[in-house]
């Protein structure tokens, strides 16, 4: 077997040195990540194997990441990380699932052999697998120490994109527009929702020319008719109607950088009220896109998508976009950045956003969104889907 | 739309009533179910919302459970679920990812303005989505509340699966079975494994006779030669070998219930090392199947199987099983009984588990896994795959 690196391993080694930079300046002599994203990002480090506690240790004084987690994945760390034998830990098998023990009881060994006992320590406070008891082994375990949340430092040293990792969101931007495309030639009356899944994640993980596609964020989603008024539904048995809307998500991801994109079809002519809302956010979209420039805030961005919607009487509660990258799942989103009032955050060039364009009223909804990177020239789309309401003729 | 309950209505109340019993018993008035798995269990609610913060709440007075999340979630509870309008809730959309703010917050105000301001309320402290940040929301907001460690109570409760459960866990064995004969069938040198799980998500997601499948807790796993020694890795654009071992696990999910299994294939004829192992894993399992009787503890089951290892010189670390059943991403497993010395738990008819019998050697590893139904008679296997070392020829 010949594993192949997504990165050159000087890109690791700069990853790590800009995140202690950060860890020094928000006063950090250690940090603890759980986020599979934020673990991978650091070291490379690639398995499904996030629903058992593992974790990267970022120590100011240590040289390179620390790799812990259970004995049978530590082999995946030697495969896919550059990271010494030594700092590759792993804990006990009787830990998995003990009713009183945690593994993070011999993080804490490791941690107090390490001479790091009375550390200030940052951990992922509200990272999707870093549970509440998680934590309290770590308190317990480490009495001397100066436990508080890191705020994301990790996912926010994420945010710009290197040229080797837009390749990879250029990839993927590739691959889910070859995924909707499938989906889209799918979509006539009488074909199952699931039949179209399942060749969405056919698609998706034959990607094109040897560029694979891994498994992303979230699963694909289906929403059909009245289902379309929320987002997060997926795929039932149901056959497509003769006449009706169809509002779906995907993401496709390259080496576990994700990129995500909606889409709403008509099946049929459709109705008026539905053109003119598609209308409107893809113009609301254009606009917003034009002005992501370096210099310009997140809410900025928005307040311009907003103007749009408010002219043409719509309104949307929820953000219109969050930064993306690297991602595992549950989400596809970095947690961080997101396009919402009170969001000042300054767009830089390289940051990845998901414009979630999508507008959910009373009786259906509709979204068309746009994956972007930040240039000088705006936000530079990741796709190369058809920018409309698609309409299928039956 | 027409969105089919996985459930009759009548089931989903005997769930709820079986588990207020198991509150009385535990001493809580009240639960907070943060697991996807518990959630669906309880109520039937079914989304890709669990990368946000969501929960379905049961109190010992309140006739039907509560569920609590995100607003534009709260219409797919309103579809997937038979709750009463006025016991879904959703919090305000500006709570997500909020740096101060939390939507355990508004759930605070719930149980409040409810009246349950002192309860004796069991958090899920360990669950995958319940965060240290989550918790510390709700331990802040609830100061006269008592609150603690519900140690798995739903997911207890959910161990021995009802006549309806069985059937989707038989219907997912045998979309597991197809999706394993898939990979099979495509296992040749040459080919791409990214080729290969192509077809194995075609497959998991087509089912059969309009029985399709769902997102399953964990991606398709694959691994090659060297990589054969750790289990979690996922697939590669690497040509598969001219000769050469395989291990895959893949699961199949009906209406979300999982059905894991494991094999090992060889391109061309296998040496004598890994033959030998794979008769022993076969044996193994087939004693250990045999007793998995109504009244048998875990670790029996798991010493038989230990039993047959040692005197053939090999061993396992790691538990050899563990409960399965509904479930979401990132796991298939229970998280309550596992066959490994210790575990007292008696089999009762209904329980199912996955006897993972993977052996990981230094060099390589093999396993042949079987998920099964506890009977009168035996473990019964919930898939027809071959059970034994399947050589490809080349």
Redesign the interface.
């Known amino acids: ?4 690196k997504p990165f050159e391993k000087s890109e690791f080694v700069g990853r790590v040195r800009d995140v202690k930079q950060r860890m020094d300046e928000a006063g950090f002599d250690l940090i603890i990540c759980q986020d599979p994203a934020n673990m991978a990002w650091l070291t490379g480090f ?6 058992t506690p593992q974790a990267v240790l970022v120590h100011l004084e240590e040289e390179t990441a620390i790799w812990f987690g259970r ?6 760390a030697h ?2 990380t550059d990271l010494p034998a030594h700092n590759i830990i792993s804990f006990s ?2 830990l ?2 003990h ?1 009183t023990r945690h593994p993070f009881d011999e993080m804490c060994d490791l941690i107090r052999s390490r001479g790091w006992a009375t550390a200030r320590v940052g ?1 992922e ?12 082994h770590l308190v317990n375990g480490l009495p001397d120490a100066r436990l508080s ?1 890191n ?1 994301g430092l990790v996912n926010w040293a994420r945010i710009v994109k290197s040229d080797a990792e837009l390749r990879y969101m250029r990839e993927a931007g590739r691959i889910v527009t070859d995924s909707m495309n499938t989906a889209i030639s799918r979509l006539r009356p009488g074909t ?4 179209v ?3 969405v ?7 094109y020319d ?1 560029k ?4 992303t ?3 694909p ?1 289906i929403q ?4 379309t ?10 056959p497509l109607p003769e006449s009706g809307l169809v509002v779906m998500e995907i993401g496709a991801a390259r080496r576990h950088y994700n990129c995500p994109l909606t889409r709403t079809m008509h099946i049929g002519a459709p109705p008026e009220a539905v053109s003119r809302l598609a209308d409107v956010i893809v113009e609301g979209g254009d606009v917003a896109l034009d002005a992501a420039k370096p210099g310009v805030t997140c809410e900025e961005v928005e307040a311009l998508w907003q103007g749009v919607l408010k002219r043409n009487g719509y309104s949307k ?3 219109v976009g ?1 930064s993306i990258g690297i991602n595992y ?3 596809w ?1 970095e ?1 961080t950045a ?1 396009l ?1 009032p ?1 969001d000042t955050t300054v767009l830089e060039a390289g940051m990845c956003f998901h414009f979630q364009s999508g507008v ?1 009223l009373e009786d259906f909804g509709a979204a068309i969104s746009e994956p972007f990177v930040v240039t000088e020239s705006g936000g530079e789309r990741l796709t190369h889907a058809a920018r409309e309401l698609i309409v299928i003729d039956v």
């Open positions: 077997m010949s594993y192949v690639d398995s499904w194997s996030f629903y004995a049978q994945d530590a082999k995946s495969i896919t098998e009787p998995v699932h009713p951990v406070l509200d990272a999707h697998y870093y549970t509440a008891r998680a934590h309290q949340d705020q199952r929702q699931y039949e899944i399942a060749d994640y056919h698609t998706q993980i034959t990607g040897h694979f596609g891994d498994y964020g979230l699963c989603l059909v008719g009245e289902g008024n929320t987002p997060h539904l997926t795929w039932a048995d149901d509660d929820s953000r969050y799942p549950p989400d989103g947690r997101s919402r009170g959910w």
